[in-house]
């Protein structure tokens, strides 16, 4: 049974997009209508360019499902591109003034290059639609335990808004944030947003901002702080941080700890016995959460909130300084057809960048080759914590 992972292949115009996913165990019922919905909500947000207009995105899966059943062996899921025309050298021209902020400059250097193309072709955001498709996938399987995620819009060019996301507000929140054309679940929020990513249209400049992505109903223990790489919020940062654009990752408080002082940081712990039975933190109650879910590289029963800052586009209609790397004059950048602010759509990806860290802990501590091994597994662990202290006690050091 290999580990939870996946692999992604595929250039931004070349015939599609591809993900394998290995280690999602038999006997997961996989809905891709649930799949391309959030392959939809990637596509869409105010501030998207005219490639969206062209693109259809929806998967199709090419092994490891029967009759909509998970079979235990790789799932590969291919997202067709509309606008394929890598080998048409006159519609895909060579790139020879490297945007800064792109991948054109260090990647063409990499390959012994001075065209960009090769480079910018596979280190464009459209490869995130294979994320999306992975993400969403391990989603069918974690909806089995009751596990969900959901990420929003926090701020577009520092036009932010204050909501505050718990376990008895989300679906509220879920439901404001599919209303509003940023992704943002505040409607004046928004509407500055929009304002906000106009301006930067007519000036011919780009956007940036920050996204935030709830997982609720991640039992305790995930993760672990006996080894640095399975700790769960090196992981979350790790895969956020892979996301094309991103430049900053926070868990809970983030960087605001570090001005203030522990009474001030630190969640209290509680105990409500009425939560033991039904609630996966099995009564351990916490009135705050700026831990964001993750103590000691463990999930321990609270929401995870990782939030994300994401650079603006870096393709910008009147260019940036740059050179061309033939000549090595000085040129403006080169321009491409792009988004203006992709925020929203950011939104989508770390969601589901997040969604498929969590099952991939999930699959770690409940490893199994069929849904129904998880499962018992899962049970019984939940069954054993909830009846802590164990009779006979565990050996405690003396
Ligand atoms: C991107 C450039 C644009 C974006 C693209 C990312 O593509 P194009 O050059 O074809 O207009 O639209 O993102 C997507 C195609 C997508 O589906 O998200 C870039 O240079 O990173």
Same mark, same amino acid.
């Given at each position: 049974?290999?580990?939870?992972?996946?692999?992604?292949?595929?250039?931004?115009?070349?015939?599609?997009?591809?993900?394998?996913?290995?280690?999602?165990?038999?006997?997961?019922?996989?809905?891709?209508?649930?799949?391309?919905?959030?392959?939809?909500?990637?596509?869409?947000?105010?501030?998207?360019?005219?490639?969206?207009?062209?693109?259809?995105?929806?998967?199709?899966?090419?092994?490891?499902?029967?009759?909509?059943?998970?079979?235990?062996?790789?799932?590969?899921?291919?997202?067709?591109?509309?606008?394929?025309?890598?080998?048409?050298?006159?519609?895909?021209?060579?790139?020879?003034?490297?945007?800064?902020?792109?991948?054109?400059?260090?990647?063409?250097?990499?390959?012994?290059?001075?065209?960009?193309?090769?480079?910018?072709?596979?280190?464009?955001?459209?490869?995130?639609?294979?994320?999306?498709?992975?993400?969403?996938?391990?989603?069918?399987?974690?909806?089995?335990?009751?596990?969900?995620?959901?990420?929003?819009?926090?701020?577009?060019?520092?036009?932010?808004?204050?909501?505050?996301?718990?376990?008895?507000?989300?679906?509220?929140?879920?439901?404001?944030?599919?209303?509003?054309?940023?992704?943002?679940?505040?409607?004046?929020?928004?509407?500055?947003?929009?304002?906000?990513?106009?301006?930067?249209?007519?000036?011919?400049?780009? =956007? #940036?901002? $920050? &996204? /935030? *992505?709830? +997982?609720?109903?991640?039992?305790?223990?995930?993760?672990?702080?006996?080894?640095?790489? @399975?700790?769960?919020?090196?992981?979350?940062?790790?895969?956020?941080?892979?996301?094309?654009?991103?430049?900053?990752?926070?868990?809970?408080?983030?960087?605001?700890?570090?001005?203030?002082?522990?009474?001030?940081?630190?969640?209290?712990?509680?105990?409500?016995?009425?939560?033991?039975?039904?609630?996966?933190?099995?009564?351990?109650?916490?009135?705050?959460?700026?831990?964001?879910?993750?103590?000691?590289?463990?999930?321990?029963?609270?929401?995870?909130?990782?939030?994300?800052?994401?650079?603006?586009?870096?393709?910008?209609?009147?260019?940036?300084?740059?050179?061309?790397?033939?000549?090595?004059?000085?040129?403006?950048?080169?321009?491409?057809?792009?988004?203006?602010?992709?925020?929203?759509? =950011? #939104?989508? $990806? &770390? /969601? *589901?960048? +997040?969604?498929?860290?969590?099952?991939?802990?999930?699959?770690?501590?409940?490893?199994? @080759?069929?849904?129904?091994?998880?499962?018992?597994?899962?049970?019984?662990?939940?069954?054993?914590?909830?009846?802590?202290?164990?009779?006979?006690?565990?050996?405690?050091?003396?």
């Amino acid at each position: 049974m290999p580990r939870l992972d996946y692999l992604t292949a595929g250039e931004s115009h070349g015939p599609g997009m591809l993900c394998i996913v290995s280690g999602i165990p038999s006997g997961v019922r996989i809905d891709t209508a649930r799949i391309d919905a959030c392959l939809a909500r990637r596509q869409g947000g105010y501030g998207r360019g005219g490639r969206q207009r062209i693109e259809r995105d929806s998967v199709e899966v090419l092994s490891g499902v029967r009759a909509g059943v998970s079979m235990g062996s790789p799932i590969t899921l291919r997202v067709a591109n509309r606008d394929a025309r890598l080998d048409d050298a006159a519609k895909t021209p060579p790139v020879f003034r490297p945007r800064p902020g792109h991948a054109d400059l260090a990647g063409s250097i990499k390959h012994l290059t001075t065209d960009c193309r090769g480079v910018l072709e596979r280190a464009s955001a459209r490869e995130t639609t294979a994320r999306v498709a992975a993400g969403a996938l391990a989603g069918e399987m974690l909806r089995e335990f009751g596990i969900e995620a959901m990420a929003f819009t926090r701020s577009i060019l520092g036009e932010s808004c204050g909501v505050e996301v718990r376990e008895q507000n989300w679906r509220d929140v879920r439901a404001a944030r599919d209303a509003s054309e940023t992704y943002c679940p505040d409607s004046e929020a928004t509407a500055r947003q929009v304002r906000a990513i106009h301006a930067a249209k007519l000036d011919k400049d780009t =956007a #940036g901002g $920050v &996204v /935030e *992505a709830h +997982v609720f109903g991640v039992p305790p223990g995930l993760g672990s702080c006996a080894d640095w790489r @399975d700790r769960l919020d090196a992981r979350l940062a790790g895969a956020v941080m892979g996301v094309q654009a991103i430049k900053g990752v926070e868990i809970g408080l983030g960087m605001a700890c570090a001005s203030r002082p522990g009474s001030r940081v630190h969640d209290p712990i509680g105990y409500d016995a009425s939560l033991r039975e039904g609630h996966h933190s099995l009564g351990f109650v916490r009135p705050s959460n700026n831990a964001g879910g993750i103590e000691g590289g463990m999930s321990n029963g609270q929401p995870i909130v990782v939030r994300a800052a994401m650079k603006p586009i870096s393709t910008l209609v009147r260019g940036l300084p740059s050179v061309d790397l033939n000549s090595k004059e000085a040129e403006a950048s080169q321009y491409e057809r792009s988004d203006i602010c992709a925020v929203p759509a =950011a #939104g989508v $990806v &770390v /969601e *589901a960048v +997040v969604l498929f860290e969590v099952a991939r802990a999930f699959c770690d501590k409940f490893a199994g @080759d069929s849904l129904t091994e998880v499962r018992g597994q899962w049970e019984s662990y939940l069954k054993l914590a909830r009846n802590l202290p164990l009779d006979p006690p565990a050996m405690t050091l003396a």
